[in-house]
């Protein structure tokens, strides 16, 4: 019930910018965090950065200070900011979300398409 839209992915040079966003709709009572992952070919899907409700963030080592996230709890929407981007940072970039379920309280946690993000050197 719960479905997620990512946009904003592309093909960008290094050193270059993007902004993901990741829309949330549904039987959503609350949200309690708003993430973005990433997998690589022939790689695990990891955490690239994560908020809270609360305002808490989380981000890769590998990213902190290149990107960053933010949410608008109106539009239910979490977006990630990446600048100085790397070749490395080639993946498929997947939003995720966790609260509750309107009207039975359940949680839930949702995922994305993905959306891809492909960096040239």
């Known amino acids: 019930q719960v479905r997620l839209v990512e946009s904003g992915g592309g093909l960008v040079q290094a050193g270059g910018s993007l902004r993901l966003s990741c829309a949330a709709s549904?039987?959503?009572?609350?949200?309690?965090?708003m993430g973005w992952y990433r997998q690589a070919p022939g790689n695990q899907r990891l955490l690239v950065a994560r908020?809270?409700?609360?305002?808490?963030?989380n981000y890769a080592a590998s990213v902190k200070g290149r990107f960053t996230i933010s949410r608008d709890n109106a539009k239910n929407t979490v977006y990630l900011q990446m600048n100085s981007l790397k070749p490395e940072d080639t993946a498929v970039y997947s939003c995720?979300?966790?609260?509750?379920?309107?009207?039975?309280?359940?949680?839930?946690?949702?995922w994305g398409q993905g959306t891809q993000v492909t960096v040239s050197s």
């Open positions: 908020i809270t409700s609360g305002d808490l963030t």
């Open positions: 995720n979300v966790e609260g509750l379920i309107s009207p039975t309280f359940a949680s839930f946690i949702s």
């Open positions: 549904g039987s959503i009572r609350s949200i309690n965090a």
